[in-house]
């Protein structure tokens, strides 16, 4: 079974400083990963997704992420944040298993202060 | 293309009344997903379909609950009949590719049962 955990639930930071939003994941198969973000009042809306090749994947908005398979991890990370990134920040998984559902984690509220 | 379709937006009800929440996918897409987001439970998916046959319905709470997609372009989810804990937000998405595509969300229906 797939699963991913995003490890903080919050996450504030302050304008044009970095920020890293962690994800980790299990699975017994090889696995596509995806970033999502959802401002409110609105539906998610893809930032970024891995599939195969470079571990480095850019993003909209800025927005990078690093697949380590090793460390069964995929965090997001910007160099500097605006206040317009303040939003809800979803890592997903899914895999040739389960029918190729995709798992959600929990999401990560990105606030970010002036 | 205008994206995912949710109708109603908002839909206040009183207990045991039914209810029916309305998607429409974006053209093309055949895959389609059901899910609903509150504070406590975060985001859950409910049922998907893949070229109109539901492929899991596992998410789906109890029998009150159910998802049909009559063709490519429409899928519903009926409560029936409500209860005051199903009020949170449905979310309707479709993608081209199961697994490895993007999934694009529609705006939502805010769900209120008094």
């Known amino acids: 079974a797939q699963s991913v955990t995003q490890l903080d639930s919050q996450v504030p930071v302050f304008e044009e400083a970095p920020v890293e939003l962690r994800c980790n994941y299990s699975?017994?198969?090889?696995?596509?990963l995806f970033w999502y973000v959802q401002y409110p009042n609105q539906g998610l809306q893809l930032l970024l997704k891995y599939l195969s090749g470079s571990t480095l994947v850019k993003g909209i908005n800025g927005f990078e992420a690093e697949f380590n398979k090793s460390q069964t991890s995929f965090h997001l990370r910007k160099p500097s944040v605006h206040i317009s990134d303040t939003a809800e920040y979803f890592c997903a998984v899914s895999g040739n298993t389960g029918g190729f559902k995709t798992i959600f984690g929990a999401g990560t509220r990105l606030f970010v202060k002036a | 293309d205008a994206g995912v379709i949710q109708s109603p937006r908002h839909e206040v009800t009183e207990m045991g009344q039914e209810v029916t929440l309305r998607c429409k996918p974006i053209?093309?897409?055949?895959?389609l997903f059901w899910y609903r987001q509150t504070m406590m439970r975060g985001l859950e998916l409910l049922i998907y379909?893949?070229?109109?046959?539901?492929?899991?319905d596992s998410g789906m709470p109890e029998d009150r609950f159910s998802a049909k997609m009559p063709n490519a372009s429409f899928s519903t989810l009926k409560i029936q009949p409500s209860e005051p804990r199903d009020s949170a937000v449905y979310f309707c998405?479709?993608?081209?590719?199961?697994?490895?595509?993007?999934?694009?969300f529609g705006p939502g229906t805010r769900l209120t049962v008094l």
């Open positions: 379909f893949n070229n109109n046959v539901p492929i899991d």
């Open positions: 699975s017994s198969v090889s696995v596509y």
């Open positions: 053209s093309g897409h055949n895959s």
């Open positions: 998405a479709s993608s081209g590719y199961m697994g490895s595509g993007e999934q694009f």
